[in-house]
Nanobody, 124 residues
């Protein structure tokens, strides 16, 4: 896999962004996909993931109710819809993939494939 994220940018607090994760070679249907973020001076944080088996989703408490992860089968992508953004959401966001999961997890170690990241900046 060669994962590529897109959709990052600068947005005001309260605004929305939609990040996409795709593979240059094809679809991600058979992979669990996780979204992670890394802010300066902070540990990497898993924010959302979606399973390959039944599209079950999990969210970090910090984003629950504001972020939504889902598959776009038409575009062969997984997107992360981010609403009600606040400055604490500022980070580089990465998508990651793993082909052996039944579900998905919000910690990074099991994921084998990573994108290059996309910057999200939320101004106050």
């Amino acid at each position: 896999l060669q994962l590529v994220e897109s959709g990052g940018g600068l947005v005001q607090a309260g605004g929305s962004l939609r990040l996409s994760c795709g593979d240059s070679g094809g679809a991600l249907d058979n992979y669990a996909i996780g979204w992670f973020r890394k802010a300066p001076g902070k540990e990497r944080e898993g924010v959302a993931c979606i399973s390959s088996s039944d599209n079950s989703t999990w969210y970090a408490d910090s984003v629950k109710g504001r972020f939504t992860v889902a598959r776009d089968y038409g575009k062969k992508q997984v997107f992360l819809q981010m609403d009600s953004l606040n400055p604490e959401d500022t980070a580089i966001y990465y998508c990651a993939a793993e082909g052996l999961f039944v579900g998905c997890v919000l910690f990074a170690d099991p994921y084998d494939y990573w994108g290059q990241g996309t910057q999200v900046t939320v101004s106050s």
